[in-house]
């Protein structure tokens, strides 16, 4: 399984030397452009490991399952699929408990202008900023990709069992309200 591609899934202009690095955007110069709603440009197990980062919140509850069926078909046997998502459950935790440190990230990592200027503004505007369709808690998560053949364990930031998804996270827990899953391939 080691000669499998390494599939970087929605990588904008953040690419990742030695993956396949797949964006819609051209402007972003990926390797391989494709809409990742629809069908995925790669062969049944041509991957060993895939990464994506903020991309699945983006789509709607049914679209993130077709996506991640055809990560799962995409995905050789034993594969994983490394998925960072806004933690819904966190981002309400700092709104209801720590609006001070949700308006410090704001500002400090945002930096979207704000009208208000209060913590109720930027829970909204953070539940729809960059595109955010369906933003997952870890159980919805969780159940989501058990129902399309992933076993999706919540791991640490820059954490895995994997070594090659070891530092690969974008997002840190210092600036975002992120979550990490390795979603193994089960069969």
């Given at each position: 399984m080691n000669r499998k591609l390494k599939i970087n899934l929605g990588s904008g202009h953040w690419k990742l030397a030695g993956w396949v690095n797949v964006d819609i955007d051209r402007g972003s110069k990926p390797d391989v452009v494709a809409d990742l709603a629809a069908e995925l440009p790669f062969a049944d197990g041509a991957a060993r490991l895939m990464h994506t980062e903020d991309f699945i919140d983006q789509l709607e509850l049914d679209q993130a399952a077709a996506f991640l069926r055809e990560c799962h078909r995409v995905l050789a046997r034993g594969g994983v699929l490394r998925v960072l998502t806004p933690d819904m459950q966190k981002l309400a935790h700092l709104y209801l408990h720590d609006p001070g440190r949700l308006e410090e990230l704001w500002k400090n990592f945002v930096r979207v202008p704000l009208s208000l200027d209060t913590p109720g503004e930027i829970f909204n505007t953070g539940m729809r900023f960059?595109?955010?369709?369906?933003?997952?808690?870890?159980?919805?998560?969780?159940?989501?990709?058990?129902?399309?053949?992933?076993?999706?364990?919540?791991?640490?930031?820059?954490?895995?069992?994997?070594?090659?998804?070891?530092?690969?996270?974008?997002?840190?827990?210092?600036?975002?309200?992120?979550?990490?899953?390795?979603?193994?391939r089960q069969d």
């Open positions: 960059a595109g955010h369709t369906f933003l997952y808690d870890a159980e919805t998560f969780q159940v989501l990709a058990a129902n399309c053949g992933f076993q999706a364990r919540q791991v640490a930031y820059q954490q895995s069992e994997e070594p090659e998804l070891r530092d690969l996270d974008l997002r840190s827990p210092d600036n975002a309200v992120s979550m990490y899953f390795d979603c193994y």
